[in-house]
Structure formats: C-alpha cells, structure tokens
C-alpha cells in the first residue's frame, strides 16, 4: 500500500510538468505581445520595452520556463503584475473560498444526486425514472451563468429569502474576523449562531448552482451503477432468501455501486474546484475562480498563471486520493 | 490489518481534521486584514451604511501608483487633492490648496494650502506632506518611493513627460516655500497643470504612514491614510473595503453618512441584482442594455455620468484616397451618425462635430454644424476627386468592448454598409487587442480604424494634444498640421483661460475641416442607485467622492 502511494506520487511529477508546461506555453503563445496588452491604447514603444524587461519576455522562451520552474519549486509563483501582491499569498487567503464552496456543492450533489439514482434504478422505466434522468440532462446542460442569475432573481430579488451574493452580509461582516477562512467553520468555532446563519444563506445559491452539473452526474452514473449489481445473482438470492427489500437495496446493492460513483466524485470535485470560476463570478465570491476570472479580463498573466497550476495541482491531488480509497472501500482491489 | 479495517475511517477522519487544521493554520499566520481595533466582536453595524457596488477590487490604495477605475473610486473617499472639481463638472475648484496661481512667464506654480487639516493618522497636512507626495511620484531616487521593490507611477510620467532628471520632465523642482505654500518650477508652460494635479491618481497621503508601511502601503494587507471624508478600516480581498466617516473631516457637515463599505461586484448582471436586492446602495459601470431593466424598478433610478470619452473613426492620409481632405469629408458625410448612436448608444451616446467631450465645451468652435448625411453628394464628391468608381478601403474594428464603443464589430459593419453605398468597398478587419494597438502605429499603418479616448483630467488639452500633437500621430502617418500644432502649444503656454479656449476652438474647426479622426460618439457610462439615496452627483472624471450621500 505504502509503496502504491509512493510510486503514485513519483507519477505525479511528469504529470505536474506537464501542466506547467501547458500553462506556460498557453500564456506565451496566445498573439500578441502581453507589455503591450498590459500598457493599454496609451502606451509608448519605450515602456513597453520596459516592462518587456521587467517581466523577462526579451529572454529566449526555454529559458523563461526554466525561471518559472526555478521559482515554482520554491513556492514563488510571482506578483500580480497590477495589485503586487505574491500569488501564493492571494491563493492562500482565497482557496479556503473555493473549498468551502466546492464541498458545499458537493454534499448537495452527493445528498440529493445518489437517492435520485437509486430511486430512478429501482423504480426503472417508472415515471420517477424518466422524470430524474429528464431533469438530470436539463442539469448537465444549463449554463451555470445563467442558472445563477435566475435563482438570484427569484431568490434574492422577488422572493427576498436570500442574499444575491457575496460570502458575508456587510452588517455580520463588521463584527466578523476569519480564523480559518473557512466561514462556515469559523462561525462554528465562534459558536456565533447569526454569523452561522448569515454564511449558510450567502452559501445556498451559489452551492446549488455550482453542484448541477456534478449532480446529474451523480444521478445516471448511480442509477446505472444500480441497475447492473440489482441485475447480478446475489441479489436475486438476497431477495430468495426473503431480505427486506430495503436492505437489498440499501445493503447489498448500493455498497457495491459505489465504486464508479466515488470515482465520479473524485473527478467531478476537482471539476467544481475549477468549474467555480463562472460561479463565483456571478456570486461575487471571494475564491480562487473570481480571481482566476479577474485575472483573465485583466491579462494579469502570473494571475492566470497561479491559479491554474493551483486549480489542476488540487484536481490531480483529489484524484490520487480517490484511488487509494478504493483499496479502502474494496476489499478485493489489492495494490501491488 | 485488522484494526486498520476497523478503524480505517476513523483514523482518515483524524487526518483529513489534522491536515486541515495544519493547512489553515498557515493561512490565518498571515493577517488577512488589517483592522486596528475596527472590529471588535459583536459590534453591530451603525445605523448609516452605505454600500457601493464596485466593477471590482481596487488595484492598490497607494495614490500615484494606481491608474485604473476601482482603485481611484476609493481613493477619493480616503484622499484629498490639492486641487477638485465642482461636482458634475470639469471646473477646477480648491481642494487642500486654497488658492493658486501661475507666475507671469507660466513657469511657476504657487499653490496656498488650508491651514489646520489633519490626516487620520493624527500627523499634521502641510507644505512638506505635498512635496513629500510629490517627490514619491516624480524623483526615482526618492528614498520612500519604494521603487526598487516594484513601484512605477507611470501615470506621472505620461501626464508631465517624465520623472525628475528626464530631459522631457515637464516639472523642474517641487518646494515647500513655508508651512502652507508649495512652488511648482515648470520647463515650459502647462497650462493644464491645475486639472492634471487635480486628476484622482493624486490624493496626498500621510507621509508617516507610509514610512511606517513601506512598500506595502496600499496593500490589502496594509493600510491607506489620508485628509479625506472617509477612513480607512479594511481591505478584505476580493470582497469588501469597509470605511469610516472622519470626524475631524475638514468640510463642514460631511461626510453625511457614519460608514462606507465597497463591495466588489466583478460581473453588471450581479450588480445590478444585488442593487434590487438592496444589498447594494449605487453602483456603476452598467452595461447600456442594462437601461430598461433599471427603468422598470420604481426603488432604482437611472444615473448618467457626463461623457469625458470620444469613439473615432480614423482616416489615414498615408493611403493615397484618403490623402484628400475631400475624401475625408466625403466619408463624414456619408455616415449617418445620429441614426448609428441612436441604433447603439440609445440614451447613452451624444455625437457632434467636437472631438473634445461636451464638457469641454467651452473650449469647442460652437459654429460648427457637423457634416449632413449625404450619400449623393458625398459620392459626386469622391468622384469629383478622382474615384468616379470608388476604391477599396481596409477598416479596422477593436477586438474588445470599450466604453466609447462598446460593440465595435456591428458599429463596424454600419460603417461598411454606408461606405459601400457610394461605391467604396470596405473590408473589415480586425486582430489581437494588444497586435491591434501595437500595429497601427507601424509604418504605413491602418487605412482606418476604429479607437477611442476616455480623459484623465478635464482639460481639452489631454484630448487634443495627446491626439494631434507632435508625435502623437503615428498611427495617422505622422499626419502634421503646422497651425494646430502652434495653437496647441500655445495654449500649453497660456494661463488665460479664455485665451486658452479661444485657441482650441480654433483647433476644433480645423480638425473638423481637416476630418482626419471623425469623433463619432461621446458615451455616457451607466450607473444606478435606489431611491433612497441622495446628494450623488457623478463626475465626467470617472469617479467622485461619496461625502454628500446619504441613505434615507
């Protein structure tokens, strides 16, 4: 097991260059020349030099990328070239947002998109069934931003029930000093119930808008994950052996379906710490998508930069874990 | 193995905790904030809050070091200039400095400070505080300039030629003569000295808070110390700056509300949202299509703020057609810009003949009438210059959305079907934003293009000079005008305002004549606020301060 994880870790290294490279190369090779971008419709041919200078783009492109290397391996993912401030220092503050968010989503996909799915097996080629994997292809097909601008309308706006965006009221946020960044966390260790329930309701929207797509997901994948152990013999001899259908379903059946459906998690919770940026952009909130999306409008390249190698870092990370916990989950899954 | 099964979740449940707690325990080591006594546990929020929805979070709150809209918003709520502008306007008017004056030869500035200002830091606002502000922007040795540790102050060197040493420095030496009175020497007359100073990048901040920041003053993690309205509490990034009303404030009665909190909105569709929502008081940088939805809300009212861009359609003389001024004038005719404003602009836009911005209209030849749509005649005159059949042009449209043409392409495509009308084929083309702006001042250039201007003080100066002076022709062919260029200097050199305006409408009429950038369109940006607010009154410089709203 000690020696999967290790091997699995040394993989990571070709993967994690790779990425680099890509974002390095991206960034670089997009036309146009990032000074001038940077300096605008007012610029002169000398502070573009300049700047062309100060960021390093009068060096052969190998040697750029063996700097940027250099800095990574210590952490040093440069300034944003408009606030200045170090890109590790933005995503330190930021991530704990994005996280937030992204588990928030999560749960709702996991509470609400695996008992879609196994209603929708059990109950196969019922009206619930249709109905779920209806509205599960309406989910994986919305876009997000507009998505998000409907539920605040009707939430926020007409309704009033809720905040249209941000991550803390502007009265709760007066009194309020982060602990760990993790609000819902921090009001908890504050044992600040007005502060919990300002969080949770800046939290609901952009939780449910974010977790549509990964929910749809989790639906058909558990509802075909279902439907193929219902149809093996253990079931059958379950069900012979006079098992309350509950426990067939619930104990037999749904343990064994969660194999793909972890996986799915895996993959789709790296997804949503990515796919955050339209998200947090509609909702005003403070992680590392909104700032990825500034980043962009603004051509802050070391922004971008960060913020992707952060986002595909945690995306990889996230998968490897998911592969151990097979072993966890399934007894027979042996690594050698 | 065995208790490794058993106890397998709870023992990943342990790490999971540990590793979250080790993992945030970094992040809360580094201040995410800094709040000086500000928040205290429980206090609620006073009963006077205004909030403003800003496009975004500001870049920094250090003054001189900024040049983008969010982070002067703020500032002009935490700073003073020396000099401001009656609200609504571009009319210079004292600030910090009482009175000033130009010397007869227009070489020296003399500037009367207010006696008895205080920065919020308790430390006294004098002569030395400004030529210490000064000295930060314009001498690169200055040892609280902080420029080895990446600070630029570009915009000083684009609005006065350069930094102290530079041969082109507009600025010579800057003095504290006494307490109360600072001495600008000039290399040569800059007439539009007072507006430039006045800009927003100019706010005088507390030169003992910033020797006690560093570098990192106007950071989020930092702090930001003026004279103005408003005090600095916090900078949450990415979400909020929180301000305080100054009770020592200068002006009497302001600023009327007790806090001031910018929430940073990035995208108009939430803006506007959350403007309905009441979660935000006034917010700007709308989008125009945005106008009805805020028009059908009876709690929002509408605002416009008074244009200080222009969106101009560039005719360049290096290609041979359009070396005729009547060529030119041909395809002013040609286009019917009321209909194209109004198609794109709705209430937004305004077109005249000025290349200045109807705030500057004082300095504008009022005679002129702008060229009448006339496809006929404009076609009779092509061929009367020698293209009975037309000719080809390239036009060039922006790859962004810009204020002054927010959607370049369908503008573009107006362009072209007008033109084709009397016969001349237009294709479009367009690249790169940064390949765009880059390759049109590359010899020979475009043929034509489309591109705008949005001012950085209130003085025709900034319009004209940086359009049609010398050196600031290049993407025309270094097109020349021996009599504007004599006029715009001598209006650089004239104190007398309205000797000053009598020269730029002269300059005005020629321009007009000579139809080498057509101004097509002055753009007002979009803003909004609810009903119960009052006393804001949008500024044509972008941004104002927020020390006369109040919430009802």
Redesign the interface.
Known sequence: MGRYILRRLLNLIPVLLGITLLVFLFLHL?????A??LL????T?E??ENLREKLGLNEPLPLQYLAFLRDLLTFDLG?SI????PII??I???W??TFELSVAAMLIALGVGVPAGVIAAVRKNSLVDNATMTGSLIGVSMPVYWLG?LL??LF??NL?WL?????????A??????????YVLDAILKGDFRLLKDVLAHLILPAITLSTISLAILARITRSAMLEVLSQDYIRTARAKGVLEWRVIFKHALKNAMLPVITIVGLEFGTLLGGAILTE????W??IG??I??GI?QRDYPVVQGGIIFVATAFVLINLLVDISYA?LD?RIQYK | MQFW?RF?FVI?ALLACTL??VL?????S?P??T?EGA???????PAT?L?YGSG??P??LAPGDIT?GNSIAVQKQIYNRLLGTEPGTTEIVPELAEEWSASEDGLTWTFNLREGITFHDGSDFNAEAVVFNVNRWWDPEFEFGYRAE?KLY?IWS?LFGGYKGDEASILQAVTAVDDITVEFQMSQPFAAFPAAIASGYFGIASPTAIQEAGADYG???SLAVGTGPYVFQEW?????V?LTAYPDYWEADLPKSEQL?I?????P??RL??L????LDFTVDLTPDQLPEIESDPNLEAKLRPSLNVGYLALNPTYEPLSKPEVRQAIAEAINKPEIVQAFWGDLGETDPHFTPPSMESAQDKSLDDYTYDPDAAQQAIAEAGYPDGFDLDLWYMPVSRPYFPNPKPIAEAFAAELSAIGINVNLQT?????Y??DR?KAPGFQSFM?G?TGDYGDPDNFLY?HFGPGATQDLGNWKNEQVFQLLNEARASTDESERNDLYSQVDAILYEEAVRIPIVHSQPLLAQRTSISGWTPSPLGSESFATVEKS
């Open positions: 997009i036309p146009g020349d990032p001038v971008t605008g419709d007012r610029a041919p502070q573009v300034r408009f606030t200045g401030v220092e933005e330190k503050i930021r704990p947002a601008l605040i309308y926020a706006v009033r905040p249209p965006s941000g991550r803390l009221g502007i009265d946020g007066f009194s309020f000093q982060p602990i760990t960044g993790f952009t509609i909702f005003a403070p992680g909104e700032w999306y500034g409008l966890l007894p | 099964r397998r990943l979250t707690i945030t325990n970094c992040d809360s580094e995410q904030t709040t928040a205290t546990e429980e206090s609620a929020a809050t909030v975004g979070q870049v920094n983008d990446g570009e684009d950071s989020p993690s949450r990034s990415g979400d909020r929180t909190v929430s940073f909105v990035d995208d569709a939430a949202a959350q309905r929502a009441g979660t690249k790169d934003w940064a390949a702006l880059e001042n591109l201007w940086a």
